[in-house]
């Protein structure tokens, strides 16, 4: 049997990296030896779901895989992000690492600039979870045992009710007509606090939610 690709996974911090790793685990693609996550210098957050630093490292501690991250600036001008991520690729580069994993679903747009920026830095995007119907994929996710929180919310497409909520049957019941049962067009981001992929849950509570910018941050926090 040929050796398994060592590679590193892109992680959110949500419940789409986290079923990605257990899908790999499951199916043996490859092994995966790292995480790759992004941070807003400015917040201390995981840019885009605004996670906070400390529950971020929780989950790596988790996870029991190194982490590399990335620091971005607030506002991040593309060509900044794509000069960091170089970096970080390069790094990996270097690690003998050849292969990233992303837990996209559908979206052609994302996937044709994740897929061109690995080409460039020599390196090859996977995507096991590609495809496949998110709302069968999404009750696949509950069953395996992921448990998570709504961390943000669109609110042009969600009501900002929803942030904070468990993702779970019920939160799936009550979504409105046209919103994606894994929120793969933005409609909601989530942060895993338990699961088959952690060795130990991570207990929490919700703090405040905040507005800004169209979207509602629910404060996710360590107990």
């Known amino acids: ?29 490859a092994d995966v030896v790292g995480v790759l996550t992004t941070i807003n210098e400015a917040t201390g957050r995981v840019q ?23 620091m971005l600036p607030n506002p991040c001008p ?11 690729f390069g790094r990996l580069r270097s690690e003998g690492i050849r292969h990233v994993i992303y837990g996209d679903l559908f979206l052609e747009d994302i996937r044709a600039y994740r897929e061109k920026q690995m080409a460039a830095a020599g390196m090859q995007a996977l995507f ?22 709504v961390a943000c919310v669109d609110t042009r497409r969600l009501d900002r009710s929803f942030a904070g909520r468990s993702f779970d049957d019920g939160f799936l019941r009550d979504l409105p007509a046209g919103v994606d049962p894994c929120g793969e067009n933005g409609e909601f981001h989530t942060v895993v606090t338990a699961g088959p992929i952690f060795a130990a849950p991570i207990v929490t509570s919700i ?3 905040e507005e800004r910018d169209g979207f509602a941050f629910a404060d996710i926090l360590l107990k």
């Open 1 to 29: 049997m040929p050796d398994r690709p060592k590679a590193f996974l892109s992680w959110s911090s949500g419940k789409d990296a986290a079923f990605t790793l257990y899908e790999m685990r499951r199916l043996g693609l």
């Open 48 to 70: 885009s779901h605004g996670v906070r630093h400390e529950l971020l490292d929780r989950q790596v501690e988790a996870l029991e895989l190194p982490a590399v991250k990335v």
């Open 78 to 88: 593309n060509a900044v992000y794509e000069a960091r991520m170089e970096e970080a």
């Open 128 to 149: 096991p979870l590609w495809g496949r119907d998110t709302r069968d994929l999404a009750g696949a996710m509950i069953a395996s045992g992921l448990q998570a929180r």
């Open 207 to 209: 703090g405040e939610i």
